[in-house]
């Protein structure tokens, strides 16, 4: 495809929807085959990589925790 007549947004929207689409399609595969291995609770949003819930960095109280160690040494 020639992306000459594309602005670069536009690119940018076709990149990620083919990629989203990709993922789509790996996760949806990953979710029948873990169900088919006997993994309960199966989600496609386990696998999918612009679905999955993040987890924070750090916490509060990790945070604190390390400020501790490090005014220890």
Do not use: I, T
């Not at 088919?36 to 999955?52: I, P, R, T």
Request: proline share 4%; glycine share 4%; with cysteine.
């Amino acid at each position: 495809m020639d992306p000459r007549p594309f602005k670069y947004h536009q690119l940018m929207m076709m990149r990620e929807g083919s990629e989203r689409e990709s993922w789509d399609r790996l996760a949806y595969w990953c979710a029948v085959y873990s169900s088919a291995k006997g993994v309960k609770n199966v989600k496609v949003e386990n696998y999918h990589k612009f679905d999955m819930q993040q987890k924070p960095q750090m916490s509060k109280e990790h945070l604190h925790s390390l400020k501790g160690f490090l005014e220890e040494k």
